[in-house]
């Protein structure tokens, strides 16, 4: 057993292991973004992104919690949030934008500072999750 993606202490059951390692990647996917918030970058699709973690992680804690396997929408959400997080979010596409923005590190990092920089200007609309339509 390992301990909840949350960071309550529970222990986290075998069975929800998959569910936890991926809240726990969404978890620092989003704090990255937050950071970079914090230090004053303004980005809508940032915000975006964090506020859709957010709730996809509230959903996926409860799952942890409860000892129980996932809804299959509450996995396939959770998949997806997280690949789109990985590919749209990472390290590497922050070092991206920098390079096609032409701006030098130090500029880049002065102008977010700013508000006057969002490395996720032309990232895609972040994934619909927790909405199913009826058929």
Known sequence: MS???????R?????????????RTMNH?????????????RSPRGQEFVEAGSG????LTRTVHAGV???PDVEQDARALSSYGRSHFSVDAIVTAVRHSGLSTAQATQALQRGDFDPYANVP??????????A
């Open 29 to 41: 996917d989003m704090a990255r973004v937050v950071a970079l918030m914090r230090a004053g970058m």
């Open 3 to 9: 301990e909840c993606f949350c960071g309550c202490g």
């Open 125 to 134: 609309p972040v994934p619909a999750v927790g909405v199913r339509q009826c």
């Open 69 to 71: 396997s996932p809804a």
């Open 11 to 23: 222990r986290a059951a075998v069975s929800s292991r998959s569910i936890n390692k991926l809240g």
């Open 56 to 59: 996809l992680c509230d959903r």
